[in-house]
Each structure stands twice: as structure tokens, then as C-alpha cells.
């Protein structure tokens, strides 16, 4: 049964100093990307990767999140927000879904 | 593929569904909650008696219907035999993530001019389901052993009316993960996996 879990806020905070890869892209080259976000904006995350500043799109991409001690799988429709609108619209949507317990 | 059951069969057969959730009056250990309603009052106060961490399903009459839609605890509107939905009702279902039971069981207790006027009720209410992309669920709905069909049977009928059976799936699918996998959090967001928890197996 469903408790209350941890790491979920990660809709709900700015990406910047995050570790994550890109899963799934329309642009299969983007697929594999995989690098620290160094910035970000309503759209688009700046990964720094080991070839190295690429930006990424987050409408219609899939992210891999390193998050605390999570591995987290996140749309990147989730948080196609500006990082400092985030905080309130990613609670809000947690509080929304149904089952959640933040 | 998931089946909504109304009762506990002694022996389960492999009818093609992926599992079963038993939608009980008296829930167990795993399963939903059926909560029968006469009015809307009446549906609030059981609603306070259920346990969060459950399938909650509601069946009544369309005032109970709609009203239960408004409810955060509930997730399905139970198909019964004479169940109304208006389109208010429904249109409010999409926006408040209620899911919708379209079941087969009613139309076979069911025989002659009722049973025809079920269908015509179904298609109009599948009208709408497409209309607003509603949650739904297409399942038996059995009560006895003799009303439970094949996966292949129940998603064949209901395609016939016009059903999109691979949404009907993904909706059931996301119904129950998001009470019985601890991974799952919301649509589009799930945890892969947990660090601590692989150096402990490695090491």
C-alpha cells in the first residue's frame, strides 16, 4: 500500500546542479544526452555533458533525474514551467494528483 | 489488462486479464471499496468512514453520481443497472480524474427493451467520454462466476460502440498503480529506482 515518499518535490524545485539524461526525444539524437543542468529556463534545460553545452527542449522529452538517493523518470511536460514558477505550480500539481502524499 | 469484480471467485480462471481487483463492500487485503449511496448525504458520510490508500468506487443514482465526482476520495463511478449519467457529470469526471466503468455484466442480466435501452445509454455516453477524453474502464463487472468473460470478448463489445480500448487500458493500468506500486507517483513521473537500496544488493 502507498505510504508517503520521499523525493517527490523534485517537480517542484529548479533542476540547476541536477545529473540527468535524456530518455526519450522526437530527436533521437538527443537520446543518451546525459550531464549536469547548468541552466534553466520555461523551456529548455543547459546540460553540460562530456561534449559539452547542449540545449535540450523539455516538451515532449522524457528525463532521467538523479535526485538525493532517487533515480527518478520525469516528463519534461511536468515542469515546462520557469524554474521560480515551479515551486508553487509542482506543489500545487502534487497536491492535485490523486494518491499523492507530499 | 485489469477486471473489476464484484465478488471473490473460489477458483480464478486465466480469462486473459492481467490481474483482478475485487470491488468489495467490505474491502480485504487487496482490492477497492464499493460505497452504495441513496443520496447525496448518505455518500458523505460513508465516504468518511473509508481509508484513504483504497480503490474507492461509488455506484447510485445520478445525483449520488455527481456528486461523488466532486469527491476527492472517490476514483470510479461503479456501472450498475440503472446508473445515469448526465454530461455534466461526466464532463466533470475528466476534470476531476474520476474514472468511468463502462461494464458488460449489465447487459446480460438484462433482456429485451431494457437491455436496448442500455445500449442506447452506452452509446451516448461513450459520445461524450470521446468527446472530453474522460478516464474509463472497460470491464465484466461480474457478480457470480457466470457473468465473467474473456479479456477478448469485453474489449471486442465495447470497441464495437466505439470504445478506444488501448486508452480504457492505460486508465486501469494507471487506476491501479497509483494505489499498489509504491514507484508510481503521478502520469509521467515515477521513480526507476533507489540508490541505497541497489548498493545494498550489490553488496
Known amino acids: 500500500m502507498r505510504g508517503r515518499v520521499q523525493g517527490v518535490d523534485v517537480i517542484a524545485r529548479d533542476w540547476i546542479g541536477l545529473m540527468v539524461e535524456v530518455v526519450e526525444s522526437p530527436n533521437e539524437y538527443e537520446i543518451g544526452l546525459k550531464g549536469e543542468v547548468v541552466d534553466e529556463t520555461q523551456n529548455t534545460l543547459r546540460i553540460m555533458t562530456e561534449k559539452g553545452l547542449k540545449i535540450v527542449v523539455k516538451k515532449k522529452r522524457t528525463f532521467r533525474v538523479w535526485y538525493g538517493d532517487k533515480i527518478m523518470r520525469i516528463k519534461g511536460d511536468l515542469i515546462s514551467y520557469r524554474p521560480e514558477e515551479r515551486i508553487k505550480k509542482g506543489l500545487v500539481m502534487l497536491k492535485r494528483a490523486k494518491g499523492v502524499r507530499i | ?203
Open chain 2, 1 to 203: 489488462m485489469y477486471d473489476f469484480l464484484r465478488f471473490v471467485p473460489e477458483n480464478l480462471m486465466d480469462l486473459g486479464f492481467k490481474s483482478y481487483i475485487f470491488m468489495l463492500e467490505k474491502p480485504g487485503i487487496c482490492g477497492g471499496v464499493v460505497v452504495k449511496a441513496e443520496n447525496p448525504d448518505d455518500l458523505r458520510k460513508k465516504l468518511r468512514k473509508v481509508r484513504k490508500n483504497i480503490i474507492v468506487g461509488v455506484t447510485g443514482n445520478e445525483a449520488v453520481c455527481r456528486e461523488a465526482v466532486m469527491r476527492r476520495k472517490v476514483d470510479l463511478i461503479l456501472d450498475s443497472d440503472n446508473r445515469q449519467l448526465d454530461y455534466a457529470t461526466i464532463k466533470l469526471a475528466a476534470e476531476k480524474d474520476v474514472a468511468i466503468e463502462l461494464s458488460l455484466a449489465k447487459f446480460i442480466r438484462n433482456k429485451g427493451l431494457s437491455r436496448m435501452q442500455l445500449f442506447e445509454r452506452l452509446c451516448d455516453e461513450v459520445r461524450v467520454i470521446k468527446k472530453f477524453d474522460v478516464p474509463f474502464v472497460v470491464t465484466t463487472a461480474a457478480e457470480n462466476v457466470y457473468e465473467m468473460r474473456t479479456r477478448r470478448q469485453v474489449e471486442n463489445f465495447f470497441s464495437f460502440f466505439g470504445c478506444e480500448i488501448v486508452k480504457a487500458r492505460q486508465h486501469a493500468t494507471r487506476l491501479v498503480r497509483k494505489y499498489y506500486d509504491t514507484r508510481f507517483i503521478m502520469d509521467g513521473f515515477e521513480i526507476e529506482a533507489e540508490l541505497e537500496a541497489d548498493v545494498k544488493k550489490k553488496g
